[in-house]
C-alpha cells in the first residue's frame, strides 16, 4: 500500500532566550511541510507569527489568515487580511503550548501557498486557523516569531517533510507506490520506465482485450466475445498455463513502456470485434486479444469466427450456419475462444481468457468468458485478462465474465486487459476491449 512518511528535516531546541526561530535552505523534494512547535514565551497569552519566503522572508502586506477559538463555554473567529505575518497560532507563559502547522504544495511555483494549522494554550483556547501567502514562489524559508515576547528556553520546533512514495525510489514512471519491500511503477497509459541504477525487476504486462463481435442481420445478438489482452507476468502466475517469466536485469536507462488500448466492438450488423493493441515493456511483448465473431443467419465464413490473438475471440453465434473453427490464444499469455457446436444453434462463444478457454455457445445459453489470471504483484489479489461473454440474442440464457471482460455487449474493463461482450439483445454494438496495463515491481 502506498504510504507517505514524516521526514525529520531539522529541529531547534532554545537554549538562549529568542524573539523567532528561522528555517531556511528547505529543499523542495517533499510534498508538504510540517512543522510541530513545543514552547512557551515570556510574555502572557498570545498568537505565534509567522512569516515565509524563498532565501529572502517577505515582510509585505501578502498574509491573510482566517482563525477559530473556543475555551469550552465560548467560540470566536477572526480574520485577518493584507497583513505583514500571519498570527496563526497560540502561546502563552503558564505552560508549553503545542501548535501544529502544515504547509500544503509548499515548492509549487504556480500557486499561492495555504498554511493550516492546529495548537493549544494550555488553560486559555484552542485553536484552529488557515494562513494564506499570496505568492507562486516556493517556500525555502519560513520565521515562527512569538507574538508577545520571546521564546523560554526548552522551547522545540521540529521541521518534517513528507515524503511521497516516489521518494527513495530507484526508478522514474508511471504510478509509484510502496510498500515494506517493494516499490511498484503501475502504468495505465504508455510512458518511460528509467532506472536510476542497475535494477532486477518483475514484472506483469497485460495487453488491450479485444472487442466483442456484432448481431446477426437481424439484430438478435450473439455476438462473440473478445478475447483478451495476452498477459506474461514473473509474479503468482502468467496467462496460457505456462512457467512464469524471468525477471528483467535493467540498466540506467530509459525503457518504452506502451500500454495497448481495447479493441472497438463490432458497429452496426455484421461487424466483427476489432483486436486489441500489443502491450510493450522493454523485452516484453504481450499480444492484444482478438476481436469476436459476428453472430450470423447463413453460413458466412468471413466474418463469423472469432479471431486469434493474446486470448482468441470467441465465435458468433446464428442459425443455419457453418461450425466455426476456434480462434486460438497465443503461448503462454492466453487461451483459445469458444465456438458455436452445431450448425443449427444460436449461443456464440465466450472469448478466450489469460487463464482459460471461452466456453462454447449451445442452442439456450450464450458463452461465458474465460477467466483471467489473479496475481499479487503490486502487493494484492487481482484477477486480469479475462475473455469476454458472448451476446445473448437468440439464445435464453447471458454469459458471464471475470477478470475485466465485458458481459453482454458491455466493455471490458479499462487497465485490465478484458475482453468485450458480444452484442446483446436489440444492440447492434459490441463491447470495446479493456485497455491494458503494465506493472514493475523492484525490492527496496
Known sequence: MATNTYVALDKVTVGTATASVT?????ATYTDLVIV???????????VLMQVGNGTIDTGSNYSVTRLRGNGSTASSGRDTSATSMNIG???SASMSINIFQFMNYANTTTYKTILSRGN????????AVGLWRSTTAITTIKITAGGGNWNVGSTFSLYGIASSAVGAKATGGIITSDSQYYYHTF????????????TCDYLVAAGGGGGGSPSYSTSGDGGGGGAGGLRSTVTATG???????ALSLSASGYTVTVGAGGAGGSGLVVRGSSGSNSVFSTITSTGGGGGGVGQQGSSSATGPGIAGGSGGGGG????????ATAAGTTNQGYAGGVNTTAAQYGAGGGGGAGAVGQNGSTTQAGNGGA????????????????????KGASTIAGTATGGGGSSGSAGTANTGGGGGGAGTASDLGGAGGSGIVIVRYAK
Do not use: C, H, K, Y
Request: charge should be negative; aromatic fraction near 6%; avoid cysteine.
Open 23 to 27: 528555517f531556511s535552505s528547505i529543499p
Open 37 to 47: 512547535v513545543n514552547g512557551n514565551e515570556s510574555a502572557t497569552f498570545d498568537g
Open 90 to 92: 497560540l502561546v502563552d
Open 121 to 128: 494554550a494550555t488553560g486559555n483556547m484552542l485553536q484552529a
Open 188 to 199: 495505465l497509459s504508455s510512458g518511460t520506465f528509467t532506472p536510476t541504477q542497475s535494477l
Open 240 to 246: 496460457g498455463g505456462g512457467s512464469l517469466e524471468t
Open 317 to 324: 453465434g446464428g442459425t443455419n450456419q457453418a461450425i466455426w
Open 372 to 391: 483471467g489470471v489473479s496475481s499479487i504483484i503490486n502487493g494484492s489479489s487481482v484477477e486480469r485478462s479475462g475473455g469476454g461473454a458472448a451476446g
